[in-house]
């Protein structure tokens, strides 16, 4: 039943791709509901508990995590959602799934995996959650992966090479034929976006990594820092960053709304192909597009370039690399369920295995297979 909530150009369940496998529709749910749950109840979602976001998992229990930042999309994307009458369920189903693919301890561990299977296809996370919904997670019995609706995946493949798209078929050809997702899934790549750079200032000053000196040089941070400071003169420094933050966060959600009407309006789009063939829909104002990418240039250079993030990342860099070199060696260092999937592709199949793993196992692994008297 096609839903008269819904705005015209939101992604209707009714009007779906479908999954790969058909399945008879749940009784009490919307198939983007059935596919935001699966996604909740896949073993890939619960590692994003232990999974780097910037910081270690065990550099403190305050400091975001995948987990955390994959709530906090969610949040976001799902106001919007539904202030601009678009599908919900769908929006809230990719903003949880949309960083199951990474590897352990966050771009270091993803870059070090690329960098080892240059030869063997490469890895790239966006990729690789969208191999885990197809086709890692092992939980039904008909089928591998989570048999997700069209729209979910398309929206979790947020950009692939020519050469990738190319193999992919149906969630590859819009990379083929230059063209858009749903502005459901627009919305979510925004709202991660939002999502990071807000609570990478709040775990970098949390971490003293920043300082609030060093930010207000940052316009977007500094204009409302002052306005929080004019209106609570007296504040302490944790809730005038915290209030800064949330006023920020609000600036940027706002601006994206009234954005995205407009671009909507000036698209004069009226159905979900509509917006496949539209210019991108979801994104700031000018003004506000330069003002965030002021703050991801600051966080870059400030927060995931300070010595103490390199260390880490150096570090983790060397942990992926040994423990791929080390089962592409010798295979039979693998955990007997993972040697029976690396008959095919081994380099594939290992990549999978490692990526997998969250920051502590990956640890403990390298410990087991590098440290003599460890098990
Ligand atoms: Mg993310």
Known sequence: ????????????????????????????????????????????????????????????????????????????????????????????????????????????????????????????????????????????????????????????????????????????????????????????????????????????????????????DVPLFARHARSVETEYPELPERRLTHETVRRMINTLVTDLQAETSRRIADAAVASIEDVRRAPVLVGFSPALRAEADDLKRFLHQNLYRHYQVMRMTAKARRIVADLFRAFLDEPRLLPLDHQARVTAHAPRGIADYVAGMTDRYAIKEHRRLFAIGES
């Open 1 to 216: 039943m096609v839903r008269a909530d819904l705005a015209p150009y939101a992604a209707q369940e009714a009007r779906s791709r479908g999954r790969q496998h058909a399945e008879p529709e749940a009784t009490s749910r919307s198939p983007f509901q059935r596919d935001r749950d699966r996604i909740v109840h896949s073993a890939a979602f619960r590692r994003l508990e232990y999974k780097t976001q910037v910081f270690v998992n065990h550099e403190g229990d305050l400091f975001r995590t995948r987990l955390t930042h994959s709530l906090e999309v969610a949040q976001i994307a799902r106001s919007v959602a539904r202030s601009l009458r678009l599908n919900e369920d769908l929006t809230e189903a990719i903003s949880l799934a949309h960083d199951l693919g990474h590897t352990p301890f966050g771009h270091a561990g993803q870059d070090a995996l690329n960098e080892c299977m240059r030869e063997h296809g490469g890895f790239e996370h966006n990729l690789q959650s969208l191999r885990v919904v197809d086709e890692l997670e092992e939980r039904y019995a008909a089928f591998d992966g989570l048999n997700l609706c069209f729209e979910t995946r398309e929206g979790i493949l947020k950009h692939c090479s020519l050469e990738n798209a190319r193999k992919l078929g149906d969630v590859g050809a819009r990379f083929i034929q230059r063209q858009q997702p749903s502005i459901e899934a627009q919305l979510a790549n925004l709202a991660d976006e939002i999502a990071y750079n807000n609570h990478d200032i709040d775990d970098g000053l949390r971490s003293g990594l920043l300082t609030l000196r060093q930010l207000a």
